[in-house]
């Protein structure tokens, strides 16, 4: 399953507020690392339920502050259950996509 577009503050608190823990890669497309990382994200998801989502901080910009993400900050995978971040991992280390993975299976 792709990763899904995150395209309102609505779906951002539906999406973060479930029981099952979900990633969220917050992106720019001004970012050169955050296309790789999110090449790579789309691969290595294929196989898992809908617990991953992005967010264009360009384009839902309200969502990216409410998050606490900023220009700098992208990549980051924030991982989050019950309306609460429970971590994330910023950079463009492809190992980043691992530990998300690894973070949100192993609930």
Same mark, same amino acid.
């Given at each position: 399953?792709?990763?899904?577009?995150?395209?309102?503050?609505?779906?951002?608190?539906?999406?973060?507020?479930?029981?099952?823990?979900?990633? $969220?890669? *917050?992106?720019?497309?001004?970012?050169?690392?955050?296309?790789?990382?999110? &090449?790579? /994200?789309?691969?290595? +998801?294929?196989?898992?339920?809908?617990?991953?989502?992005?967010?264009?901080?360009?384009?839902?910009?309200?969502?990216?502050?409410?998050?606490? $993400?900023? *220009?700098?900050?992208?990549?980051?995978?924030?991982?989050?259950?019950?309306? &609460?971040? /429970?971590?994330?991992? +910023?950079?463009?280390?492809?190992?980043?996509?691992?530990?998300?993975?690894?973070?949100?299976?192993?609930?």
């Amino acid at each position: 399953m792709p990763v899904t577009a995150i395209t309102s503050a609505s779906q951002y608190k539906e999406v973060t507020g479930g029981v099952t823990p979900v990633a $969220i890669f *917050f992106s720019s497309d001004r970012v050169a690392s955050c296309k790789s990382i999110a &090449q790579l /994200l789309e691969e290595k +998801t294929k196989g898992f339920p809908s617990q991953f989502y992005k967010v264009d901080i360009d384009a839902q910009d309200k969502i990216a502050k409410d998050a606490g $993400i900023g *220009f700098r900050d992208v990549p980051t995978i924030a991982i989050y259950r019950y309306n &609460q971040k /429970l971590g994330d991992c +910023t950079g463009s280390d492809p190992q980043i996509v691992d530990r998300a993975i690894g973070s949100v299976t192993s609930f």
